[in-house]
């Protein structure tokens, strides 16, 4: 998909749903978490281990065609992003599920690291800002504030570009990553019936697979999403449980 599409994706997306986003590198300056760390980490715990325990274990395909659990999928996403040190201290799992749940909730919170006084600039905030939340890259009419200058920065020659430009190329790659999770494009956890080979996202399979099958899909997502909310509302995690491993099952059926 071409980048200019990708702006154009996420655009529409923000007018639609008020996308969390996530910091681009590991760089800290303790192994210790300071107070509002603390606080910070707190506020990504929307679902514990034990939620999540059977929910890692499904699997998913990657962009690259590997078929591997969600704990790894998950691992493997937000090492490349999340500081190690706040890292440590969450389930990756718990992380990528309430990215999912809550998508305009993780949106708000400051997680897409920037470390260039240009686009601090851009967005209108202190240039010692460091992290900023999905909703930051948004004025008040839901306008992507970085897009007129990307589209610069991808039609400028690589070895021509500056480091404004390649900050925003890094950048707006977290952005894509962040709205194919919470449009749901990213989450291909079901095979096609017809073919093993591919798998499809929540959506794509209610639209494109048989009648029968897609209906299937339909009510397993319903279910699933009905028990993370009983989970946040304090109650039993069985309804949640049952739609994962109805999930596992179908899983298990169509890639034999």
Do not use: C
């Not at 715990?45 to 499904?58: A, G, P």
């Not at 969450?90 to 920037?114: A, C, E, H, N, W």
């Not at 699933?224 to 049952?242: H, P, R, T, V």
Request: glycine content about 2%; cysteine-free; proline content about 3%.
């Amino acid at each position: 998909m071409k980048r200019t599409t990708i702006i154009l994706l996420v655009t529409l997306f923000m007018i639609n749903t008020s996308l969390i986003a996530q910091g681009i590198e590991n760089r800290e300056n303790s192994s210790q978490l300071s107070k509002s760390e603390q606080e910070f980490v707190s506020k990504l715990k929307t679902f514990s281990k034990e939620h999540v325990s059977k929910f890692k274990l499904l699997k998913i395909r990657t962009q690259d065609g590997e078929v591997v659990t969600v704990e790894s999928f998950s691992d493997e996403i937000f090492k490349k992003v999340l500081q190690t040190k706040i890292a440590k201290e969450l389930d990756t799992s718990s992380l990528l599920l309430g990215m999912i749940i809550k998508p305009k909730y993780y949106q708000s919170l400051p997680l897409i690291y920037v470390d260039n006084p240009n686009i601090n600039r851009k967005l209108l905030t202190d240039k010692k800002k460091k992290y900023f939340s999905f909703n930051d890259f948004f004025n008040q009419n839901r306008e992507y504030i970085l897009a007129d200058d990307l589209t610069n920065a991808i039609k400028t020659t690589p070895s021509k570009r500056t480091a404004y430009d390649k900050e925003l190329i890094l950048v707006d790659d977290t952005i894509a990553l962040n709205f194919s999770i919470y449009d749901g494009s990213l989450l291909k956890i079901f095979p096609n019936p017809i073919d093993s080979k591919k798998w499809e996202s929540p959506q794509v399979a209610i639209e494109s697979f048989p009648k029968n099958v897609s209906e299937m899909v339909r009510m397993l997502m319903i279910r699933l999403f009905q028990g993370a909310s009983d989970i946040e509302s304090g109650k039993s995690a069985q309804k949640f449980n049952e739609a994962v491993e109805l999930i596992g099952l179908y899983q298990t059926k169509y890639t034999k």
